[in-house]
């Protein structure tokens, strides 16, 4: 019922974030880790394509531009992307706009932990799955080639 706010929160949840990521790896602390040789691990959007036919199919690509991310897409959205993508540095633009976002939700009955937790939750599930299927396919190809 709040079709004004549909589309919006993976993007303010991956701004605020990466807020967030910048505060870790900054200050004191991170510079005495630093000098030590400390590197900072890269922020990942993983799998990035928009589901919604009725959103911009290069929305997520393009708003996640930032420095220190990785983005992995599907093939079909890389080539959106090559074709009528906009390059240029997006995900530290309208933060405030992403705060009032998550302050819009909770008035809708959104309740955003929620939200991220299951999307977390989830989230390690697939990766861990995968990495499951890619742990037994190895398994399956070393059977193989001790067996020949």
Do not use: C
């Not at 990466?18 to 900054?26: D, E, G, P, Q, V």
């Not at 991170?30 to 959103?55: C, I």
């Not at 999307?119 to 398994?139: Q, T």
């Amino acid at each position: 019922g709040h079709d004004e706010l549909k589309g919006k929160l993976a993007v303010a949840n991956a701004r605020l974030a990466y807020l967030r990521y910048k505060a870790l790896f900054s200050g004191p602390r991170w510079e005495y880790l630093e000098s030590k040789g400390a590197t900072p691990q890269r922020v990942l959007w993983a799998s990035t394509s928009v589901k919604n036919p009725d959103y911009p199919d290069t929305m997520y690509v393009e708003d996640l531009i930032g420095p220190d991310t990785v983005n992995t897409m599907p093939e079909e959205t890389i080539k959106h992307f090559q074709d009528h993508g906009h390059p240029r540095p997006r995900l530290e633009s309208e933060l405030e706009q992403a705060r009032k976002l998550i302050g819009e939700l909770a008035e809708a009955g959104v309740d955003y932990k929620d939200v991220t937790d299951t999307l977390e939750r989830e989230g390690v599930e697939k990766f861990a799955s995968a990495f499951d299927e890619l742990l037994e396919s190895l398994e399956q190809k070393r059977s193989s080639l001790v067996a020949a």
